[in-house]
């Protein structure tokens, strides 16, 4: 027992160094890893088919609301990206850039996109000419580029993969009814049905918004170390874009008019949430709906069986791989406990065991990464099983996880309390803040929490209190957090 024992001890605790357990986990569950290139990281194979996996759930829900995907370029004039200052300020410390091509020193620099609105307005200015023209309902799938100082893996890197959408319509009314459509229908459906991730939903500050935006809409994850994530963000453009790259239609009216506009993205940062959200001390727990594998099959071998016990295990695979991504484990080289825990840390929802005694009573074992329960059961019951059991896992880490956010969302009313609170209980703090831009930095720098959201939550906003830092009577209560 004595390797198996040592791999499980690879992983640094969660519960005494999360940080370190965090990045171990990523690594040696083969998500990633660190590359020669400053905060740069290389996804592996299996980290990049969950990614797949829950890129193809985001695309579905992307096309069903009308929007289809397109490409634009990598690269940024300056010019482009200074037509909006607000926007341009806001990105200038993290802006990567091109100077020379080849041998030849370019005219203009170019922007590694940090993001795509100043490429993607210019080009609309073109093609936006009457009403006819709208609206246009664009996403991309594409690389981001922002020269971070402190990097962690998939959370915040130099380079990393997202999607996001951009588009342009004829009112103010349908520009805010496309935010919050991506915001609830495509974002929350997708974290919380796909990801089994609660999430926080409401409106950001003015200094937390997206630069350049009219209104910043935000979804929070809360993660099991009492920091919070911001799994995905939508935002209500308003019209300064169109303004600053003259994008204009003619209205039915014969009146020229600036158009309306959104944009919204989410991240490979997810991956990392899934990480800190679900997992524990042996590794990953992954919810079966985007597991790379979702059942591993481990077949118990002796000399005398091998032969018959590889063919039933084929055989089951063959059966359950019409409905489930399924895989064999027929390595020689480990012992099948070795294999349990290789398996448990890269968080495979299902185990399927199967050996000279299940062959001789046509019956497997499975057993379950979230709980450790296991079951015998019969091969003609095999498949209904898999997919209830499937069912009750994705169900029971979306449980735990909600279960989790709410124990750890607490009111406050006293600015010491808050301190307290925010230092040794972490987690949201829910309290009322007066609106002003100074109250919400001092408590940012004296606490490192900041305010998460202005939620939407029907009754949140109903009653009055007073500034958690002023003392100012107020009506808005707001989330705080520490944020990754």
Not at 57 to 77: C, S, V
Not at 248 to 257: N, P, R, S
Not at 401 to 412: G, P, Q, T
Request: hydrophobic share 35%.
């Amino acid at each position: 027992m004595g390797k198996e024992t040592e791999f499980v001890k690879e992983i640094a605790s969660k519960e005494k160094d999360f940080s370190q357990w965090y990045v171990d986990v990523v690594r040696k569950a083969e998500l990633a890893d660190y590359t020669p290139i400053k905060g740069c990281m290389v996804i592996k194979p299996y980290g990049y088919s969950l990614w797949e996996n829950m890129q193809a759930g985001l695309d579905k829900r992307i096309k069903e609301t009308g929007h289809q995907n397109a490409y634009f370029p990598l690269f940024i004039p300056e010019s482009l990206l200074k037509r909006e200052a607000e926007h341009v300020e806001g990105f200038a410390p993290e802006v990567a850039w091109v100077t020379q091509g080849g041998s030849q020193k370019l005219e203009e620099r170019m922007a590694v996109r940090p993001t795509s609105e100043a490429i993607i307005c210019s080009l609309y200015s073109k093609w936006v000419k009457s009403w006819r023209d709208l609206p246009i309902l664009l996403n991309q799938w594409a690389n981001i580029v922002r020269w971070e100082k402190v990097t962690r893996l998939f959370l915040r890197t130099t380079e990393f993969l997202w999607q996001e959408g951009h588009t342009v319509h004829r009112t103010a009314e349908e520009a805010e009814e496309e935010t919050l459509k991506i915001l609830f229908e495509v974002y929350q459906d997708f974290i919380e049905k796909e990801l089994a991730i609660p999430v926080i939903i409401g409106r950001k500050t003015e200094k937390e918004k997206f630069a350049g935006a009219l209104h910043t809409y935000t979804l929070e994850a809360l993660m099991t170390d009492g920091k919070v994530l911001q799994a995905g963000t939508s935002h209500n453009l308003g019209q300064n874009f169109a303004k600053a790259f003259n994008i204009k239609y003619l209205d039915e009216d014969q009146q020229e008019k600036y158009v309306w506009q959104t944009s919204w993205g989410t991240t490979t940062r997810l991956i990392g949430a899934l990480v800190m959200v679900h997992g524990d001390e042996r590794g990953l727990k992954l919810p079966p709906r985007v597991a790379p594998i979702q059942v591993i099959i481990v077949p118990i071998m002796f000399d005398k069986t091998k032969k018959e016990v590889l063919e039933k295990a084929e055989e089951i695979k063959a059966i359950l791989k019409t409905n489930f991504r399924v895989e064999i484990d027929a390595r020689d080289e480990y012992t099948p406990g070795w294999k349990f825990n290789a398996w448990e840390l890269k968080g495979v929802p299902l185990r399927l065991e199967i050996g000279p005694k299940d062959l001789s009573q046509g019956q497997v074992v499975l057993v379950r990464r979230d709980s450790g329960e296991k079951i015998t059961v019969k091969e003609e019951r095999l498949g209904e099983t898999v997919e209830e059991w499937l069912d009750k896992i994705q169900e029971n880490l979306r449980a735990k996880a909600k279960e989790f956010l709410e124990e750890n969302i607490r009111e406050v009313s006293d600015y010491n309390e808050f301190k307290v609170v925010i230092e040794e209980k972490k987690g949201l703090i829910k309290a009322y803040w007066c609106g002003k831009g100074d109250c919400e930095e001092k408590i940012k720098e004296e606490t490192k929490a900041s305010i998460r959201c202005i939620p939407f939550e029907p009754g949140e906003n109903s009653g009055t209190g007073r500034c958690i830092y002023c003392g100012k009577e107020s009506s808005t209560l707001v989330y705080f957090a520490r944020a990754y």
